[in-house]
Nanobody, 116 residues
Framework: QVQLAESGGGLVQAGGSLRLSCAASGSIASINVLGWHRQAPGRQRELVAAFTSSGSTNYADSVKGRFTISRDDGKNTVYLQMNSLKPEDTAVYYC??????????WGQGTRVTVSS
């Protein structure tokens, strides 16, 4: 199993920046896909950005050019740098690790609030 712990959320004004961190522990070698999702009030959870099993990155269209996912394998940590934040980016952000089609792990979430 994989344990994930997010940090870095908070309140920021529109146009500002935040960096989220997700520290992974446990069966790190079993992770195929590692990334970030978010869930805004009243909306479904959606993919924000992720590293695929091949090492490439995927981004939601709504964050392309503003958000950057990166990783430090030495620290078993994945980051989400969020720039030019908009009020519609307000959500709880979750780190997600996919181990197989039927097994995944989620962090507890970190709240991001962007004020206008």
């Amino acid at each position: 199993q994989v344990q994930l712990a997010e940090s870095g959320g908070g309140l920021v004004q529109a146009g500002g920046s935040l960096r989220l961190s997700c520290a992974a522990s446990g069966s790190i070698a079993s992770i195929n896909v590692l990334g970030w999702h978010r869930q805004a009030p009243g909306r479904q959870r959606e993919l924000v950005a992720a590293f695929t099993s091949s090492g490439s990155t995927n981004y939601a269209d709504s964050v392309k050019g503003r958000f950057t996912i990166s990783r430090d394998d030495g620290k078993n940590t994945v980051y989400l740098q969020m720039n030019s934040l908009k009020p519609e980016d307000t959500a709880v952000y979750y780190c997600n690790a996919v181990l197989s089609p039927w097994r995944s792990s989620w962090g507890q979430g970190t709240r991001v609030t962007v004020s206008s």
